[in-house]
């Protein structure tokens, strides 16, 4: 299967609620690889790089989150994967 990129951001209750961490364990067991990271007006950013199966299923994922999370909305934008990530991390 072609390899492709996603990016998320995500809106709400979305910090300090270990939505970073659990999103990177979902990443990983989905075979992904690329980043989360917390930005400074309270988002969450993911780019993740895989098949088209397991990003839909980490976009679905994304859309809850970790249990102490409350999500707004997710944005999303799919493109060409670049393949510059050698695994899933926290930035």
């Known amino acids: 299967?072609?390899?492709?990129?996603?990016?998320l951001?995500?809106?709400?209750?979305v910090q300090g609620v270990y939505y970073r961490a659990s999103t990177v364990e979902t990443a990983r067991q989905l075979?992904?690889?690329?980043?989360?990271?917390n930005l400074s007006d309270g988002r969450v950013e993911v780019v993740a790089e895989g098949t088209s199966d397991a990003l839909a299923?980490?976009?679905?994922?994304?859309?809850?989150?970790?249990?102490a999370a409350s999500v707004a909305s997710v944005d999303a934008e799919e493109s060409e994967a670049t393949r510059e990530f050698?695994?899933?991390?926290i930035l």
């Open 31 to 37: 075979g992904l690889t690329g980043f989360a990271r």
């Open 86 to 89: 050698a695994g899933f991390e």
């Open 9 to 13: 951001m995500i809106n709400g209750k």
């Open 1 to 7: 299967m072609p390899i492709k990129r996603l990016s």
């Open 57 to 67: 299923d980490l976009k679905n994922w994304c859309r809850k989150g970790p249990p």
